[in-house]
């Protein structure tokens, strides 16, 4: 391989063209690294969700038995309700926010912007499991601060057990997640603003369009590419969501499963009970999910507006 | 538009802007007070000022859990972790922004794809890897990954494309400059801070990794920052001071690191997401 562009050299002028080899060189680690940490556990993954393993003993050939059982699993469609449940409950507030700030930063001179977009940025940034733990210690039991704050201000039913509740352990989780992504959100819309052209926002304006008009009519539809693709990620992050309601609540998602997700199924499945081949299933069923879901909400998403291109 | 409705809405503005902000901030605030107060205190009244017991603190949280244990293991992943990524992300984002070769978009199509795969779903057979590679315990799965990261690759090919030109590269090629010389001492200088941007996201993300060390670390003394957060709750019970204390140690340095970069970080999310 290496030897037949030095032959070739000396007839074409010395380009890019004659080190096509350099380039498969440059890019090879890439392919190694990826077929080994990143194929591989995929199709072995594949492959044991029709076994059945321990982790100990050789893995036991099944079948489709272990996709027979998760179709009969009341717990698995409760831990995949849970997770889309709180995901909606973060996704529609964060980006309800994150469209009220962008309009505020677009029309109205606001100044410390920037030290905005960094404050709300930062939780963002935390590690996922401090933010889960921090969350708890504020609110659990009788005397966390937060219930001090409440019974000082003299909230009726105070102090409030907030774990001993689904509906509110649920909307913690949502709420926590919210804290975590709005501002990470409200940075990407706004990136995507500065490339509507600002003389359109004139000529709106000159003919007499309000603000919110404005903003429905110009900005949404050009930034639509941007919410798209937020829309997405948010979901496939929101799907595989485990650190934030593992160390908010505990590893069972308590009080009565309430936030058991996918993925701390998924791992309970696994490295608690040891049924590695069923968990396997749980992924590979989950992935089929997450691609049919987002494959629809990006047809559908696109076909609203055929006009800008993704 | 009637001047006092716009100074209503400029005041609503205004309240919702502090609003957002205190709710951000005051959890932190908290969190660094109370690991200063002793648990008593803590569960007694809701602290405003700094109280004396950061000590007494340091010294609990420390004879159960070895806190700087954890801290030292993430930097011994992150750092390799975070330099592979920008290092061999420039490297192969060159490859495929500067050289032509069959298959190329192929090839590329499958660093676009392998950018999409939820990773923490293969979860179990990266589990099963380890164990055939005998690396359960040991930092190489969460560090050699680094090699092989598709979001940096993506970014710095935008980026090689951009702002070096042919003439760059062929200029020392007739000098006689080796390929992987003019990778290392013209391109990568040239790229330099967009590697750095691309180096702090992976430094974060790494940092704050969770599942996979949580499955692949067996031996408590190898555990990382996150996985030690979350086992603390079971071992400190009632010892709210300590534990204050431990997430501020955890939360602090993605604190230093975002107060000393926010500019890059914010820049580097802007331009990634105008792509």
Redesign the interface.
């Given at each position: 391989m290496q030897a037949a562009p030095e032959m070739q050299a000396p007839r074409k002028r010395k380009s890019r063209l004659d080190r096509g080899w350099h380039g498969y060189l440059f890019i090879a680690p890439f392919f190694v690294v990826f077929l080994i940490f990143g194929l591989y556990p995929i199709i072995s993954t594949f492959q044991l969700s029709l076994q059945k393993w321990d982790g100990m003993m050789p893995a036991i050939q099944i079948g489709l038995r272990n996709y027979a059982r998760i179709f009969g699993d009341q717990v698995f469609y409760l831990s995949l309700w849970n997770t889309i449940r709180i995901w909606f409950g973060n996704a529609i507030p964060q980006f309800g926010m994150a469209l009220v700030l962008t309009a505020i930063f677009t029309f109205f001179r606001v100044r410390g912007k920037n030290f905005y977009r960094a404050v709300f940025y930062l939780p963002n940034l935390i590690t996922a499991t401090s933010v889960g733990l921090l969350f708890n210690l504020l609110l659990e039991g009788d005397h966390s601060p937060i219930n001090q704050l409440l019974v000082t201000l003299g909230v009726s039913g105070a102090p409030i057990s907030f774990f001993m509740n689904k509906t509110l352990t649920s909307g913690l989780v949502s709420f926590v997640q919210w804290w975590m992504w709005f501002g990470y959100t409200t940075v990407i819309i706004l990136a995507g603003t500065t490339t509507v052209d600002k003389s359109l926002y004139e000529a709106a304006m000159v003919d007499g369009a309000s603000k919110s008009q404005t903003f429905w009519k110009i900005t949404i539809p050009l930034i639509q590419p941007t919410l798209v693709y937020l829309a997405i990620t948010s979901f496939i992050g929101g799907m595989q969501l485990f650190d934030v309601p593992l160390t908010l609540s505990n590893n069972l998602g308590d009080p009565g499963k309430a936030v058991l997700t996918v993925s701390m199924y998924l791992y309970n499945q696994g490295f608690k009970n040891f049924n590695y081949g069923y968990s396997a299933t749980i992924s590979c069923v989950l992935f089929l999910f997450i691609a049919v879901m987002s494959g629809f909400a990006y047809k559908a998403m696109r076909r609203k507006d055929g006009m800008y291109k993704l | 538009m009637k001047p006092n409705k716009f100074r209503f809405?400029?005041l609503t503005?205004r309240l919702?802007?502090i609003f957002?902000?205190v709710?951000?901030?005051v959890?932190f605030v908290?969190?660094f007070i109370?690991s200063t107060h002793s648990s008593l205190d803590?569960?007694?009244?809701?602290?405003i000022l700094p109280g004396d017991s950061l000590g007494e603190n340091y010294q609990t949280m420390q004879s159960l859990v070895d806190i700087w244990r954890g801290f030292v293991n993430s930097v011994v992943i992150t750092v390799p972790y975070t330099l592979l990524t920008g290092y061999?992300g420039a490297?192969?984002a060159?490859?495929?922004a500067?050289?032509?070769?069959?298959f190329?978009n192929v090839?590329y199509a499958?660093?676009l794809v392998?950018m999409?795969?939820?990773?923490?779903?293969?979860?179990?057979?990266?589990?099963?890897?380890c164990?055939n590679l005998k690396m359960t315990n040991s930092y190489l799965?969460f560090i050699?990954?680094g090699?092989?990261n598709?979001t940096t690759?993506f970014f710095l090919r935008g980026m090689i494309e951009q702002s070096i030109s042919?003439s760059m590269?062929?200029a020392p090629?007739?000098e006689g400059c080796s390929?992987f010389g003019i990778?290392n001492r013209i391109v990568l200088p040239c790229i330099m801070p967009g590697v750095a941007t691309m180096c702090i996201f992976n430094f974060?993300a790494s940092?704050?990794a969770?599942?996979g060390p949580l499955?692949i670390l067996q031996r408590k003394e190898l555990y990382t920052?996150?996985?030690m957060?979350?086992m603390?709750?079971g071992l400190y019970v009632t010892n709210?001071g300590a534990?204050?204390l431990a997430?501020a140690i955890?939360?602090i340095p993605?604190?230093i690191?975002?107060a000393i970069f926010?500019r890059y970080?914010?820049d580097g999310?802007?331009?990634g997401?105008?792509k």
């Open positions: - | 809405s400029a503005i919702l802007l957002l902000t709710l951000c901030a959890p908290v969190v109370n803590i569960i007694k009244q809701f602290n061999f490297m192969i060159y490859g495929f500067k050289y032509r070769f069959r190329k090839l499958i660093v392998s999409m795969i939820p990773s923490q779903l293969s979860i179990i057979g990266f589990y099963r890897l164990l799965p050699i990954p090699i092989a598709a690759v042919d590269i062929e090629r007739i390929e990778f974060v940092w704050n969770y599942m499955i920052m996150p996985v957060i979350s603390i709750k709210y534990m204050y997430v955890s939360v993605i604190m690191v975002f926010s970080i914010i999310l802007t331009t997401s105008e």
